[in-house]
């Protein structure tokens, strides 16, 4: 424990002659500002749930030029991430949904509270494609997958509608078949090169 002698105006006092580490590292204006280190570490740990696809689509849209987009794939890949993916470049994928626009309500609860996310739905993504579920009638189908719609926030329904249509690079500039196989070290049939 260290003792720290201040002066009468509240500064702290000189530090001759001791050698702790708090008085070797120079010292905050004040004890509730925090430094950049520590502003980064709050950041980080203040999130309790992974970043929205989304989120990581958009921030692929803003990144200025092709090795910051395969940084952002890089940086978020997940089986979850890839799956998604998968459906919407993989031309032998089919969707056994109906094309366009999707009428459901739009869950406005704010990111983290009631709604739940992508990475954690992607795993029943297979229902809605051929050779999936065949035990689902296609009004049941429909109904599901609006009902994923509505659990998930505004942003990432608007994303899997994207996907589904196979239109992800006619929202977000730049997110192309091409950048994720190159991301994902996938060949021209989505698979892994050997």
Not at 5 to 25: K, L, M, Y
Not at 53 to 61: D, F, G, P, Q, Y
Not at 74 to 92: C, E, M, N, T
Not at 118 to 137: I, N, P, V
Request: aromatic share 6%.
């Amino acid at each position: 424990m260290a003792i720290i002698r201040r002066n009468p105006d509240g500064t702290i006092a000189s530090q001759e002659g001791f050698s702790t580490q708090a008085q070797i590292e120079p010292t905050q204006s004040h004890p509730a500002l925090a430094n950049k280190r520590g502003m980064a570490a709050m950041s980080d740990a203040g999130r309790a749930i992974p970043p929205l696809m989304s989120e990581i689509a958009m921030k692929i849209n803003n990144a200025k030029d092709k090795p910051r987009k395969l940084k952002v794939l890089k940086d978020h890949d997940s089986i979850s991430l890839r799956q998604v993916l998968k459906g919407a470049f993989d031309p032998k994928i089919e969707w056994l949904l109906p094309k366009g626009d999707v009428p459901f309500t739009e869950n406005d609860a704010p990111v983290g509270t009631e709604h739940t996310i992508l990475q954690q739905e992607a795993k029943r993504l297979y229902m809605f494609t051929k050779g999936g579920d065949g035990s689902l009638t296609q009004n049941k189908r429909e109904t599901l997958f609006v009902q994923m719609l509505e659990g998930l926030s505004a942003e990432e329904a608007e994303f899997l509608v994207a996907v589904v249509n196979k239109k992800i690079n006619n929202k977000y500039k730049g997110f192309t078949g091409n950048l994720v196989k190159e991301a994902f070290g996938w060949d021209d049939n989505f698979m892994k090169k050997e």
